[in-house]
């Protein structure tokens, strides 16, 4: 068992407008883009990061916008809701603004004995809010959302898998532990954590596969704190049999992959540089930032990409 990883760090999903994904995540659930870039292999696609103010490891979504892509199918094989964290009492609140917003799929749930408001995206994508204690994390209040109802980064996520067993052996070599079953769902959980720390797994044997497309997650990241402790984590994966990624630099963290048992591509991405080594924190998200070597095409690439509205 390795203990590097703590919790998650980012959740990257794809949509079809990127102007409408914008003024979802900041103006609707009142989130900071902490960056706009690119896809590193697609520059013509955006790359875009929303966050707490400073984009803290555990509380960043990010979206490739690709234009007209087709929706995605739920299914098995994929996370099926990416869960944000609210304070004790905050539903009733996001009740009423999501409502008021047109937001679609609102239910109110308990699992675990934690409340839940799900929610759709606006490509579908499966989302819910989870009261939790804050454990000292605080929102973004860049919005007209309160601080004292405001979105405290990532809860956890829920996975759909066809069978449990292998990627629940996965997350017990990865640091997490069992913590429970409720209603069909066994939780995860990482100790000592960046407060990200659940992981849900459903299993249904009987459904059909997902197929990935816009509101679709493209592949869920856990954090380590630098370098060492991932190539640490990289060795520790290859010596049990997974197929890992040489380390990708990302610009603001680094990154290695691996597809995982139940079909959900895992990444493992370090707190280490963070979404200010380019950007002063005040203006964060608001330039186009390119990689070096795309620098040289920015002129294209401004032309290619659709502006955004705020
Ligand atoms: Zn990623």
Redesign the pocket.
Known sequence: MIRQIQGL??V?SMAADANENNAFFTHILGLRRVKKTVNFDAPEVYHLYYGDEVGTPGSVM?YFPFGDMPRGKRGIGEVGVTEFAVPPGALHYWEERLAAAGVTGMARETAFGEARLSFAGPDGDGFALVETAPRGRTPWTGEDIPEEVGILGFHGARFRLREAGATEELLGFMGYQKAGEDKGLTRFVIEGGNAADTIDIEALPGSAAARQGAGSV??I?FAVEDRAAQLEVRQALMDTGYQVTPVID?DY?W?I?FRTPGGVLF?V?TNEPGFDRDEDTANLGTALKLPTRYEQYRSQIEDVLPELAG
């Open positions: 760090h980012h990257t990010t493209h592949h990241a990302r963290f990154a992959y990444e991405a």
